[in-house]
């Protein structure tokens, strides 16, 4: 089977920088993404790791070891809007399907 | 990005009636499509896949005869939920992959079930 482990929530103060950190256990791995969600709304797509090491893209960055099945998201130089909840989801190249962990609730102080 | 378009985004129904929601991949082809089921301040529980010109794969737990899944082309598939009852009432979501695509998936803008 599949379980992924996050934590719950996290609190960070706008301008900062913050990780949210990922460990995941699976039947075969194919890679490792981040879906951010607003409340009420769908996730959306930030990024995937399927090889181990750093993939940025803009604020977010992503980070994959695979040896240690972990992962997690650096978001920088934090906005209000990026208060939202930060799912991280393992795909399996046995049974092909996509796994959600239960998400951590980013909250920004100004 | 690629586009997903879920139809209809709320419904309310009566106990006991059946509702249709409907996932559609705008812009790309989709073999593949996701029906995840979603309760407040919880994660994306996978229902099932599914996969077009065969039948859904459910998950433990998921009653195939009440979540009925049909994949009939590579751009739509539709979840209906037969005989709705209260504890059916959920946020429900539809994701797809595009053909060869290894690890994004395109959401659909979810479907809010309320059962009276």
């Known amino acids: 089977g599949q379980s992924l482990e996050q934590p719950s929530e996290v609190t960070a103060v706008e301008g900062a920088i913050v990780q949210i950190n990922c460990t995941y256990q699976?039947?075969?791995?194919?890679?490792l993404s981040w879906y951010q969600q607003h409340d009420g709304g769908a996730p959306t797509f930030l990024s995937y790791?399927?090889?181990?090491g750093l993939e940025e893209t803009g604020r977010f960055s992503s980070f994959l070891s695979r040896s240690d099945s972990y992962g997690y998201l650096l978001l920088q130089e934090l906005q209000m809007k990026d208060s939202a909840s930060y799912f991280c989801a393992v795909r399996s190249n046995r049974d092909d399907k996509i796994i959600f962990g239960k998400g951590t609730r980013l909250h920004i102080l100004p | 990005g690629a586009v997903v378009s879920q139809h209809p985004s709320r419904v309310i129904c009566k106990s006991g009636t059946s509702v249709k929601i409907e996932c559609r991949s705008l812009?790309?082809?989709?073999?593949?499509m996701f029906w995840y089921r979603q309760f407040p301040k919880q994660s994306l529980m996978l229902m099932a896949t599914?996969?077009?010109?065969?039948?859904?794969?459910?998950e433990q737990g998921v009653e195939k005869d009440k979540f009925l899944i049909n994949h009939a082309s590579l751009t739509l598939s539709t979840l209906t939920v037969t005989s709705a009852h209260p504890e059916d009432s959920s946020f429900y979501i539809c994701?797809?992959?595009?053909?060869?695509?290894?690890?994004?998936?395109?959401f659909g803008e979810g479907s809010r079930l309320t059962v009276l």
């Open positions: 599914s996969n077009e010109g065969s039948k859904a794969t459910y």
């Open positions: 699976t039947s075969g791995f194919y890679g």
């Open positions: 790791n399927a090889l181990d």
């Open positions: 812009d790309f082809q989709a073999t593949t």
């Open positions: 994701s797809a992959r595009p053909t060869g695509n290894t690890g994004e998936l395109f």
